[in-house]
């Protein structure tokens, strides 16, 4: 009786153990999950890491004779980001990205507007395109669920792009110049628009990965193309405008290495 009793003691002593060592590591966990977090991350990880990502810029096309229309340029972005500071949940970063893309221009000459006995459809790609980004964020960090840490953030981003003109003539005949003529050109050299963003807070013992998905706004066009249709048999001659409006959503990744590492 006295062994049964002993056996009670000793599984009543292992449930508490191992409840005590649950609450102690949860309250582990909840420490780190509470209060200033942004300050604990970058105690634990460098302030400077990878940026990368990728994205799809808006265009808008004006409808013309050949359907003629820019496609959704898909871009690559690579760069650095210095978080300069923290306080409790805020942290304050700037970034220095590089970006290219082409450009792709999609029309389809249908075959009453020029007399060939089928359509004739083509892409046009053009570039590679490579423009200068340096964005600031302000961003705050919170718990979800004590889960994981989630950050969302707001800021400022300058665009550098070179000066670029070109003129683009597609003739289908050269008796009766049936096709169009276009002309292209970016809107200016700086362009100055706002991201709002979404983060997600992956700690491993080398690195903090930051998977991230962002949303960017400028008011001005990236990039314009002039397009006059000629001399189309059926369709009625146009002059549109199609434009690379320079908001994207972005997918990207930060990479920050431990202090550990280094």
Do not use: C
Request: hydrophobic share 35%.
């Amino acid at each position: 009786m006295m062994a049964k009793y002993n056996n009670k003691l000793n599984m009543a002593s292992l449930v508490l153990a191992i409840f005590s060592l649950s609450l102690s590591f949860g309250q582990q966990k909840e420490n780190f999950y509470q209060g200033h977090i942004a300050e604990k991350i970058f105690k634990k990880y460098q302030k400077i890491g990878l940026h990368t990502g990728i994205s799809s810029l808006y265009v808008d096309n004006e409808p013309n004779g050949m359907l003629l229309e820019f496609e959704k340029p898909r871009t690559f972005e690579i760069g650095l980001t210095y978080n300069f500071l923290q306080y409790e949940k805020l942290n304050f970063s700037v970034s220095a990205i590089y970006r290219t893309y082409n450009l792709t221009n999609y029309s389809n000459l249908k075959k009453e507007d020029s007399g060939y006995p089928i359509d004739i459809a083509g892409w046009l790609k053009i570039g590679p395109y490579f423009e200068y980004k340096l964005n600031t964020e302000v961003q705050y960090y919170f718990n979800l669920f004590n889960i994981t840490i989630v950050n969302i953030s707001v800021g400022p981003e300058l665009t550098l792009a070179r000066k670029i003109y070109g003129t683009t003539i597609a003739i289908t005949d050269d008796e009766r110049a049936v096709g169009y003529t276009s002309v292209s050109d970016y809107n200016a050299t700086t362009f100055f628009g706002a991201n709002l963003s979404l983060g997600f807070n992956i700690k491993t013992k080398p690195l903090l990965l930051q998977p991230f998905i962002t949303y960017h706004y400028q008011p001005k066009n990236l990039f314009t193309k002039v397009v006059t249709t000629e001399n189309l048999r059926v369709s009625e001659n146009t002059v549109t405008k199609h434009h690379v409006t320079g908001n994207y959503i972005l997918f990207g990744l930060k990479i920050i290495p431990s202090r550990d590492l280094f």
